[in-house]
């Protein structure tokens, strides 16, 4: 079965500060790679995705993820976050249908 | 355009009873599917509907179960509540029964006394 692993739980950074979050994924065949984010208080929303084709991809706020398929790995990185990047990120990879797995989610805290 | 809409917000029920939650796709989505989210932790898969047929179940026990309208709305049932069900109840939409993009609604929080 496939599973979703992040890395880190909590992490806290400064404004302006640099983000990678990590995500390792296992399943030996084609997958689907998605990042999404919830805001305090907000639901779910899709930050980005990757099918195929180019293996680094940009999504909303500034956000991309590099899939690296020999590390079985999608890390969203942002060069440059803000206070209001605070929220948790959830990774989750499916493998053609509708279910989505999710890893356990990064809670990110942006001090000003 | 709306979103996903559930209903209720929050709900609160004890031990052994039943519980009926309530998802409204986006307009033109044929397809829901239901998460569980447990304090602390990802998203579970529970099940997907697509035109009004079960299309995939996770790893739930058969106190679990859901129904699609043919006006694609979806319902989830539990039946026997345990302590352990306390948890937010997501519902997402999609157009079609393969992978498009999921539209999550805000939830149902449910807790079990």
């Known amino acids: 079965a496939q599973s979703v692993s992040q890395h880190n739980h909590h992490v806290i950074l400064s404004e302006a500060a640099s983000l990678e979050l990590g995500c390792n994924y296992s399943y030996g065949g084609t997958v689907n790679l998605f990042w999404y984010v919830q805001y305090p208080g907000q639901h779910l929303q899709l930050l980005l995705k990757?099918?195929?084709?180019?293996?680094l991809v940009k999504g909303i706020k500034g956000f991309e993820a590099e899939f690296i398929k020999s590390k079985f790995s999608f890390n969203l990185r942002k060069p440059s976050v803000q206070w209001s990047d605070t929220a948790e990120y959830f990774c989750a990879v499916t493998t053609g249908f509708q279910k989505l797995v999710f890893g356990t989610g990064t809670r990110l805290l942006v001090s000003p | 355009d709306a979103g996903v809409t559930q209903s209720p917000t929050h709900l609160i029920k004890t031990r052994g009873q039943q519980v009926t939650l309530r998802c409204s796709p986006i307009s033109g989505h044929k397809s829901v599917s239901w998460y569980q989210q447990v304090l602390g932790q990802g998203p579970q898969f529970i099940f997907q509907y697509y035109e009004k047929e079960e299309r995939g179940r996770g790893n739930f026990p058969d106190r679990f179960s859901a129904r699609q309208f043919p006006n694609y709305s979806s319902e989830l049932n539990v039946n026997a509540l345990l302590l352990g069900d306390s948890a937010l109840y997501l519902c997402?939409?999609?157009?079609?029964?393969?992978?498009?993009?999921?539209?999550f609604g805000p939830g149902t929080r449910l807790t079990v006394l």
């Open positions: 997402a939409s999609s157009w079609g029964q393969a992978y498009n993009e999921q539209f």
């Open positions: 990757y099918f195929s084709g180019d293996p």
